[in-house]
T-cell receptor, first 115, second 114 residues
Framework: NAGVTQTPKFQVLKTGQSMTLQCAQD?????MSWYRQDPGMGLRLIHYSVGAGITDQGEVPNGYNVSRSTTEDFPLRLLSAAPSQTSVYFCASSYSAGTGEETQYFGPGTRLLVL | AQSVAQPEDQVNVAEGNPLTVKCTYSVSGNPYLFWYVQYPNRGLQFLLKYITGDNLVKGSYGFEAEFNKSQTSFHLKKPSALVSDSALYFCAVRDMDNTDKLIFGTGTRLQVFP
């Protein structure tokens, strides 16, 4: 199993550009999520999905869109990039959210710089 | 509101000495607690979790954590630190109002000196 994969590893954008961060998992996990990591702030939840066709907002959803058309993929779209979106983005998945006991597995991250 | 705190930005320890990375939590009801480690330029790796049962939880790479309900703490420990343990450590707690969400602390950087 490849686990959770993310592409690209690094991206530079200009303010106003749009892009999609890709995330895929091959573990048949129902639950997938996106976090951003900023210095001194830990990880903050952007959006999450409990299954194909179901998404919901996390702590910091503004400026980001998601969709979940398949179990495997959970892309994160930046609609109009802003310098405040410069961050490291992590995708994570777990078998389900369910009771809350499940362990989340993280991808290697995408480092995004918005100029 | 549910929250988790890591009071130390950085912990320094000499190789071979015991290490402790602190975590305290605030949740309604019984907490589900997790520790993750992040090595440079890598994603987070799961170390251990407490759901119920024995207060001392053993995890990967020789780490363990002690759940203390009266002190609302879940400190990460290792009896003998290695230089290779140097990394960023995150404590997390399940949001018991919405178990779809995991709430992370701000992280503690562990530096082990030879």
């Amino acid at each position: 199993n490849a686990g959770v994969t993310q592409t690209p590893k690094f991206q530079v954008l200009k303010t106003g550009q749009s892009m999609t961060l890709q995330c895929a998992q091959d573990m048949n996990h129902e639950y997938m999520s996106w976090y951003r990591q900023d210095p001194g702030m830990g990880l903050r939840l952007i959006h999450y999905s409990v299954g194909a066709g179901i998404t919901d907002q996390g702590e910091v959803p503004n400026g980001y869109n998601v969709s979940r058309s398949t179990t495997e993929d959970f892309p994160l779209r930046l609609l109009s990039a802003a310098p405040s979106q410069t961050s490291v983005y992590f995708c994570a998945s777990s078998y389900s959210a369910g009771t809350g006991e499940e362990t989340q597995y993280f991808g290697p991250g995408t480092r995004l710089l918005v100029l | 509101a549910q929250s988790v705190a890591q009071p130390e930005d950085q912990v320094n320890v000499a190789e071979g000495n015991p290490l402790t990375v602190k975590c305290t939590y605030s949740v309604s009801g019984n907490p589900y607690l997790f520790w993750y480690v992040q090595y440079p330029n890598r994603g987070l790796q799961f170390l251990l979790k407490y759901i119920t049962g024995d207060n001392l939880v053993k995890g990967s790479y020789g780490f363990e954590a002690e759940f203390n309900k009266s002190q609302t703490s879940f400190h990460l420990k290792k009896p003998s630190a290695l230089v290779s343990d140097s990394a960023l450590y995150f404590c997390a707690v399940r949001d018991m109002d919405n178990t779809d969400k995991l709430i992370f602390g701000t992280g503690t950087r562990l530096q082990v000196f030879p």
